[in-house]
């Protein structure tokens, strides 16, 4: 079984991972019958307690881990293959394949195996497979049966052998004891010669005839059948026996392809001949499986496992191979950069590094980063910014497949080399621009080009993937840059297309639908839909920048625009990019929009819309609900007092009257507070009151009179107007008396609070008499005889009226002196 664990199993692992023989990599075949690379390790086989029985280990290289813990069962059936593989499956559709790194390592493990099962290691494989039909029949064979019987190999035998292969298809025993006489006998290329001879002699019939042993010995699913057929001096004759289907009126002509319209093109000579003829058999194997070979029914399916995993195992050898020659690769980066390199050449060598780096695929995970990290050396990226920008659609294509393979492997590398281009290049040839030009300049009337190349410029924008532990800026940099340099290019389609639209700016609500600015042909509409997805795309992501962005271009402005398109789409697009933005509840992205009256736009394409229910419909009335369920009042607020009138015609939804509901009862909360507020004002100021009173009562000389009851605060003004009257008056007939000075040159002023602090028509009076109200005193007069009753104080058992004359002054300083210490702590109490 496969795991992640790291249980101790008494094994010496520093032996093991020293020992480069028993390295391998770990593969499971999945659902679509491709290989999965599990990661790279070293094996070993050992008795665990726990499972009691000898199992093989394979411990991860990197950190130790268990990649596989898989006890050798005495009745599974492992298979050798290519003298470097080791493949069985465990349980019910799960394959398992160890890879070895060297021959001996294979052999080594190959004989624990056999030991365990008590096998001959000599052996390709350690068991028959025997299905649940066959278990009680298994007995009953004789020992001797060891091989099925062949006929001989000669044309009139051809109809018997061809029964004898497809009778044996349904029976894993039976295909085993097949393919065992088949190799023993050195059948396969007496079957070959036949084939040459049918075919000189125009024998239909036996050709027909080979066309089917042929096709069931491939079933057969045996990697040393494979490695006699796909042999350099047999492959040709198999493509040629496989031709000649029943089926078809006239035979096929992939001989004839393959020799003559499909060329080997060496864009750099290849010295090493076992790489060059590894390449031939694999295209060519790829070429039955993938063409010549019917697609496989239900009950075919698990026949042709082998195969796949043979042109897996070649691919990996191939790039391993071209790796190893360290001349190879320069020699293709220094042609493909050279500016005297002509375009078909260019073109050649471009589509080698997409088939390369395909082929890369196939590599270890460790392997593969080093893969491209020599590509990177090599300058891939310099040299994509050149033939990106070529005007031949085949070689864009291609270069576009291989960025897709770096910006996957690593989107850091990528951005590293685009951050430092604005030192050496001007802003319409970074690699990015690049990249979004050709995206918007893309032909295709599908803009398949374009889809793929929005997704690699998603993934290079993305901050998830800029964590990197060596760069803890990078997010910053690459944001600043991106927004610097190149989002004036991702956007200039969408503003260009939007231009006009200050000429319907001034649409009312309601109004007859505004004729589209924007062409409403498909492929720019497309291509529109595709610039405002990646824009959502940095509205949820990058809160900052892009929030400037929009601000500066009052960008959502023209997106809104496209709510006018004749393409629902797009103007679900433009509805999606408003709906992201108020999501995020961002009280400047509000008042922007308050500010620009920007729900216009959406509540006259809900108005055009009429009663259709339509995704459209649909979208718009989410936006309205979202709001007023997350309750964003100031929004609330502008919809309602702007819009209630257009909207409060739609029933069918309780949207808008909830709008109104959340609207109403946010009044009526301002307004609660507001009152309570005056409320506690003016209990605040009659408590100041009362506590004056008290405070004279405890002297025991003042004798308060009567008091008005208070008025209405809207008579606030009148009462203040009259005080300012009668202090003008005031001031202009007693000059003479004005407050003193300190010795410090300051004016003094000093205040009583009492109950006679009232209003401006029979209180204020203060114990400095004459003394104007100080804007910038602790307490304003003027305050108190706005809010306090009017009332006439008796002081001393005399009244004190409105104006104090001189002959008073000297007397009431002396009662301030008295009065003063022993009331102004109380103030601050």
């Known amino acids: 079984m496969i795991t992640g664990c790291t249980e101790s199993v008494g094994v010496r692992a520093g032996e093991i991972m020293s020992d480069t023989r028993r390295r391998v990599k770990v593969y499971t075949l999945n659902e679509d019958r491709q290989w999965d690379d599990r990661g790279t390790g070293h094996v070993s086989a050992t008795y665990v307690d726990r499972l009691k029985g000898v199992s093989l280990l394979v411990r991860a290289e990197s950190d130790g881990s268990l990649l596989l813990e898989s006890k050798i069962s005495p009745n599974t059936a492992y298979q050798k293959q290519q003298d470097t593989l080791i493949v069985w499956s465990e349980a019910e559709n799960y394959d398992l394949a160890l890879s070895f790194q060297e021959k001996a390592g294979c052999d080594e493990i190959w004989e624990k195996i056999c030991q365990v099962q008590g096998k001959d290691p000599t052996v390709e494989i350690t068991q028959d497979p025997i299905d649940e039909s066959e278990e009680e029949h298994v007995e009953e064979m004789p020992e001797t049966s060891h091989l099925v019987d ?123 001949s076992e790489l060059r003829q590894k390449i031939h058999q694999t295209y060519r194997v790829q070429y039955i499986q993938d063409i010549i070979l019917p697609t496989p029914s239900v009950f075919e399916e698990n026949f042709l496992s082998t195969l796949t995993s043979f042109i897996f195992f070649n691919k990996v050898e191939i790039v391993s191979m071209l790796q190893e020659d360290e001349k190879f690769l320069s020699e293709v980066f220094a042609q493909l950069t050279d500016e005297a390199t002509e375009d078909v050449k260019r073109r050649e060598l471009v589509n080698f590094f997409k088939e390369f780096c395909a082929f890369s695929q196939t590599l270890q995970p460790q392997n593969r980063d080093a893969f491209f990290k020599t590509l990177a050396n090599l300058g891939i990226l310099p040299a994509l910014e050149i033939v990106m920008g070529m005007d031949d659609l085949q070689v864009r294509a291609a270069a576009t497949d291989i960025f897709s393979y770096l910006v996957e492997f690593s989107p850091s590398m990528v951005r590293e080399f685009v951050m430092q281009e604005p030192q050496q290049n001007e802003d319409d040839i970074l690699l990015i621009n690049v990249v979004i030009k050709q995206m918007i300049c893309d032909t295709d009337p599908e803009l398949g080009g374009a889809v793929q190349l929005m997704g690699l410029l998603r993934t290079l924008i993305d901050p998830e993937n800029m964590l990197a532990p060596t760069n803890k800026t990078e997010k910053t940099e690459f944001l600043s840059f991106f927004y610097k340099y190149c989002m004036h290019v991702l956007t200039a389609p969408l503003l260009a297309n939007t231009a006009e639209e200050k000429n319907v700016k001034d649409a009312v609500v309601g109004s007859p639908k505004i004729s589209a600015v924007c062409p ?204 300012i009257e009668a202090k003008k008056v005031k001031e202009s007939e007693d000059k003479e008396n004005l407050p003193k000075r300190t010795s410090s040159g300051s004016f003094k002023f000093t205040f009583t609070h009492s109950a006679g602090a009232g209003n401006g028509a029979n209180g204020a009076s203060s114990k400095s008499s004459g003394s104007p109200t100080s804007p910038g005193s602790p307490t304003s007069s003027s305050a108190k005889l706005a809010a306090a009753p009017a009332a006439a104080v008796t002081k001393q058992a005399g009244l004190v009226g409105l104006v104090d004359y001189p002959d008073d002054e000297e007397e009431e300083e002396e009662d301030e002196e008295e009065e003063s210490p022993r009331k102004r702590p109380r103030l601050g109490s």
């Open 150 to 272: 062949l006929p001989p190999c000669e044309l009139n035998k051809l109809e018997e052998i061809a029964d004898l292969v497809t009778s044996v298809l349904s029976s894993p025993i039976r295909r085993e004891k097949l393919a065992l006489a088949l190799m023993n006998e050195g059948y396969i290329k007496k079957l070959l010669q036949l084939f040459q001879v049918c075919e000189q002699m125009g024998n239909t019939e036996g050709l027909h005839h080979l066309y089917e042993i042929i096709r069931g010995v491939l079933f057969l699913n045996k990697a040393a059948l494979f490695e006699v057929m796909f042999s350099d001096d047999c492959i040709m004759d198999v493509v040629g026996c496989l031709e000649y289907d029943p089926s078809l009126v006239q035979p096929k002509k992939h001989r004839e392809f393959l020799t003559k319209t499909a060329k080997f093109k060496e864009v750099i000579p290849i010295t090493d």
């Open 520 to 723: 409403d042909n498909f492929q720019t509409a497309q291509l529109l839909a595709l610039i405002l997805e990646l824009l959502t795309f940095c509205v949820e992501h990058h809160t900052y920048h892009i929030k400037n962005y929009i601000m500066n271009k009052d960008l959502l402005r023209r997106v809104l625009v496209l709510m006018n398109s004749k393409h629902t789409f797009l103007a679900l697009c433009a509805l999606r990019f408003m709906r992201r933005i108020i999501g995020l509840k961002d009280e400047f992205y509000n008042r922007y929009i308050i500010k620009g009256n920007l729900f216009e736009p959406v509540i006259n394409a809900l108005l055009d819309n009429g009663t259709r229910y339509n995704l459209l419909n649909s979208a718009i009335i989410e936006l309205f609900e979202f709001i007023k369920v997350e309750d964003i009042k100031s929004l609330i607020a502008h919809i309602v007092d702007n819009f209630y009138k257009a909207l409060e015609s739609i029933e069918y939804v309780q949207t808008f009257k909830g709008l109104k509901t959340r609207y109403e009862q946010e009044k009526d909360r301002q307004s609660q507070r507001l009152n309570r507020y005056r409320r506690d004002a003016r209990s605040l100021e009659d408590d100041e009151e009362t506590w004056f009173n008290e405070d004279d009562d405890e002297e025991g000389e003042a004798v308060v009179l009567p008091v008005e009851k208070s008025k209405p605060e809207d008579d606030f003004s009148d009462n203040y107007g009259k005080f």
